[in-house]
């Protein structure tokens, strides 16, 4: 059946008769997409869409980008494997190559890299195991906020409570220590202040042996919380946390799935602080838009047997390409610093914005990993931060951008932060079109626009 002559409300139909209900970003975004190329999407009417969800980040060079599709078309015309498990081929080396020069030259020389099932939460599942077998501890320390995907042990980090709440026998001995939030700090004081009392806080409860805590076999962060609401790690506290835990020789996992490859104005989103982990997960922009991921790791924790982790499609050899491609163009290019100047430009437009409104609580994030965080400023209030997050706002202004041809998507406490992914090769007159986009999605949201209620019908 050709579904090519379909339009939005029809095929959406399809998919809602057939698919489960677990289904999530149709329910906020009603199209289904035909065609895409660099920034843009177009869909089933022929309506045109900036993407700045790009696949929650997974599209480094945007839709369709030459570079990637030529060697996709170069491994399939020369008749190459495309599925090897973890048998090596030239295009795994090659991979393996573009990946390590890549990397801080420091943490490459001693480097190990194992291949995953071709999902980030199968990394960081993987980097577990890892480390505790390295330690033969148990205990993992986690952070409020966080995210770091969907299976059972990485749902047992996860911050949000709600996804949790329905399912038993998660992930035993983990604990969520508090995570610097400029906006929200958990400590009420904010600034640097509160990063230092985060850090010293960590350091206490290692070494309190009354904390209720066993030696951790490992702890794990984000540099940069991306389902958390785009919420950065100062650096100087990321450091202090790579001090602590390497002066006690527990191994340091930080997830870069979503901010890995140039996303936060560096290559690696640890770089900014000038660090480096023990263990480091990659998913989402290596694979070149195709699924692939991997753990990167310090020869010292290499105690595995083999087949200590495994998974049948470790060995996708078309997303080896793509990765590879992908890469290297980001690298030639010098995509990083042109996140960062984008970033900055559109992070300028953003906060003009949100002058101009109280609805606005603060507008954040690093590179082209920006949140723009709603409040309602008039509501009762007694968390964390100055006013209560308002997620109903934020999904009227996630519609009325929708309406204006920008897709974007919400996510932080109450989701109500809208975050922007757009794919690194964003031009300054794609930002500017944007960032206007969204200023006229937030007036008409203030001016009227449906609740969430509304919305999500």
């Not at 640097?192 to 290692?206: C, D, K, P, T, V």
Request: hydrophobic content about 40%.
């Amino acid at each position: 059946m050709s579904y090519l002559e379909y339009g939005n409300e029809r095929i959406l139909a399809r998919q809602t008769e057939r698919e489960s209900s677990a289904r999530t970003y149709p329910r906020h975004l009603p199209f289904a997409i035909r065609e895409a190329r660099g920034v843009t999407v177009t869909d089933m009417d022929g309506n045109e869409y900036y993407d700045c969800l790009a696949g929650a980040g997974t599209l480094a060079l945007g839709h369709n980008h030459p570079r990637v599709a030529e060697a996709m078309e170069r491994v399939l015309a020369a008749d190459r494997p495309l599925h090897t498990l973890d048998i090596t081929t030239p295009a795994k080396e090659r991979f393996v190559d573009s990946l390590f020069d890549s990397l801080p030259s420091e943490f490459a020389r001693s480097a190990k890299v194992q291949f995953c099932s071709p999902a980030g939460t199968d990394a960081v599942e993987a980097a577990l195991k890892l480390v505790k077998t390295a330690t033969g501890n148990r205990s993992v320390l986690g952070f409020r906020g966080a995210y770091h995907g969907m299976t059972n042990g990485t749902l047992s980090l996860m911050g949000n409570t709600d996804a949790k709440e329905p399912i038993a026998g998660l992930m035993a001995d983990v604990h969520h220590l508090p995570y610097p939030y400029e906006y929200r700090c958990p400590f009420g004081v904010g600034g640097q202040e509160g990063h230092r009392i985060a850090s010293r806080y960590l350091e206490n409860l290692l070494d309190d042996g009354e904390s209720g805590i066993t030696d951790p076999a490992g702890v794990i962060l984000e540099p940069v919380q991306g389902e958390g609401g785009a919420v950065p790690a100062p650096d100087a506290w990321l450091r202090e946390v790579r001090r602590i835990t390497r002066e006690r020789e527990i191994p340091l996992i930080l997830d870069e799935i979503q901010t890995g490859l140039g996303r936060t104005g560096e290559t690696y989103a640890f770089e900014h602080a000038d660090v480096s982990p023990d263990v480091l997960t990659l998913s989402k922009a290596i694979g070149g838009g195709l699924p692939l991921a991997v753990v990167v790791y310090d020869e010292s924790l290499d105690v595995w047997e083999p087949g200590a982790h495994a998974g049948t499609f470790r060995g996708n050899q078309l997303a080896m390409a793509a990765g590879e491609a992908t890469i290297d163009y980001v690298l030639e290019h010098d995509l990083a610093d042109h996140a960062a100047a984008m970033g900055n430009r559109l992070r300028d437009r953003l906060e003009s914005t949100a002058e101009r409104t109280d609805r606005i609580g603060d507008v954040r994030g690093r590179g082209l990993m920006l949140g723009v965080e709603f409040v309602d400023p008039d509501a009762d209030w007694r968390g964390a931060g100055p006013h209560a997050p308002d997620g109903d706002f934020a999904a009227a202004v996630r519609a009325a951008c929708f309406d204006r041809g920008l897709v974007i998507e919400l996510g932080g406490r109450e989701g109500a932060t809208a975050r922007f992914l757009p794919p690194l090769i964003v031009s300054a007159t794609q930002v500017d079109e944007i960032a206007t986009i969204f200023d006229e999605a937030v007036t008409a949201a203030l001016n009227g626009r449906p609740d969430a209620s509304e919305v999500a019908a």
